[in-house]
């Protein structure tokens, strides 16, 4: 027997005085799941505030409404990974038998479409700034009005879509290889999207390492880089485990889900430290952070706007 699972006994039924049925408890296992749900209780509260500032208490801008987006797609990670792990704990270790698995199913769905969803809000974020630094004549002065909201909803959609598809192969109309189902997802995701990220990530990083005007770039432009960063050491490995989980490789889901959990959990300490540097304290709340993050972006945008489009000499004789 392994030396981190042990024996689990529960009561003898009437009939089965000298019969004992046990179930196997996994302490690692059930370890990691523990700490996971703190995090997530952490993250919710992180999250829930972040959308509430977001919300409600900081003026709308193109990148709020992706930020307001991605919060809320964490916490609804957040909210649903729990449900999934105690469901599926509850049966697997504590003997609590569940009169069918179809909650357990849903939760898996859900913590599936707000995960995914995280990554399609950050590719989406990494690209609006990169066409805000190579275009921007065109970002600030054509791009439409509503059209951070758009992608965000046809984001959003994109995501439910593939769920709903999920869900009804795999748990409506039940299948044998219900794993496989979730391929065309996390092929989307780490074939296609995570990709798009890492590359306009990285070329904005070039781009501000090789430009004198942005010798020393905005707040926003160390909070995408970061919360890429932390994305891809955190998030990524979910999707690598379903990959492997589909050509038979025996690896536990459970550290992957952590990971994940600590990916939902950091943003909201990204903006507080970012947003807090260089005030000479870290006293601040959240929402002071998230101002000195989102309410300095038009400001930053307007100057180097002013910098490309700063009149010579002759056409100031002009004038």
Same mark, same amino acid.
């Given at each position: 027997q392994h030396p981190t699972v042990m024996k689990y006994r529960t009561s003898p039924g009437p009939d089965e005085e000298?019969?004992?049925?046990?179930?196997?408890?996994?302490?690692?296992?059930? *370890?990691?799941?523990?700490? *996971?749900?703190?995090?997530?209780? $952490?993250?919710?509260?992180?999250?829930?505030?972040?959308?509430?500032?977001?919300? $409600?208490?900081?003026? =709308?801008?193109?990148? *709020?409404?992706? +930020?307001?987006?991605?919060?809320?797609?964490?916490?609804?990670?957040?909210?649903?990974?729990?449900?999934?792990?105690?469901?599926?704990?509850?049966?697997?270790h504590f003997c609590v038998a569940l009169e069918g698995k179809n909650l357990m199913n849903t939760f898996l769905v859900l913590s599936l479409l707000t995960y995914s969803t995280s990554l399609y809000f950050l590719t989406a974020i990494s690209m609006e700034r990169c066409v805000s630094v190579f275009f921007p004549i065109w970002h600030r002065r054509s791009r439409p009005t509503h059209l951070s909201a758009i992608i965000c909803a046809l984001l959003w959609a994109l995501s439910f879509l593939l769920s709903g598809i999920v869900y009804s192969l795999c748990f409506v109309d039940i299948t044998e290889?219900?794993?496989?189902? $979730?391929?065309?997802?996390?092929?989307?995701?780490?074939?296609?999207?995570?990709? #798009?990220?890492?590359?306009?990530?990285?070329?904005?990083?070039?781009?501000?390492?090789?430009?004198?005007?942005?010798? @020393?770039?905005?707040?926003?432009?160390?909070?995408?880089?970061? *919360?890429?960063? $932390?994305?891809?050491?955190?998030?990524?490995?979910?999707?690598?485990?379903?990959?492997?989980?589909?050509i038979e490789h025996s690896l536990t889901n459970e550290f992957s889900?952590?990971?994940?959990? #600590?990916?939902?959990? +950091?943003?909201?300490?990204?903006?507080? +430290?970012?947003?807090?540097?260089?005030? @000479? =304290?870290?006293?601040?709340?959240?929402?002071v952070a998230l101002r000195a993050i989102f309410e300095t972006i038009h400001n930053e945008d307007a100057y180097k706007y002013s910098h490309i489009h700063r009149p010579t000499d002759g056409e100031e004789g002009k004038r």
């Open positions: 000298n019969d004992w049925a046990g179930c196997l408890i996994d302490v690692t296992v059930v *370890t990691i799941d523990s700490i *996971t749900l703190l995090l997530c209780l $952490f993250g919710l509260v992180g999250n829930g505030i972040v959308l509430w500032f977001l919300g $409600f208490c900081i003026k =709308r801008n193109v990148f *709020t409404v992706y +930020i307001l987006n991605l919060a809320a797609a964490d916490f609804g990670f957040l909210l649903f990974l729990p449900g999934f792990l105690l469901t599926s704990n509850a049966e697997k290889n219900c794993l496989e189902k $979730f391929l065309p997802v996390y092929g989307l995701n780490c074939l296609i999207f995570a990709p #798009i990220m890492v590359g306009s990530s990285l070329v904005l990083f070039i781009k501000l390492r090789r430009s004198l005007q942005f010798r @020393h770039p905005g707040k926003l432009y160390i909070v995408i880089l970061l *919360t890429v960063f $932390f994305f891809l050491i955190f998030a990524v490995p979910l999707s690598v485990q379903y990959f492997l989980d589909l889900y952590l990971l994940a959990s #600590i990916n939902s959990c +950091i943003n909201p300490v990204i903006y507080f +430290i970012v947003g807090s540097y260089r005030q @000479h =304290r870290l006293r601040g709340c959240l929402l």
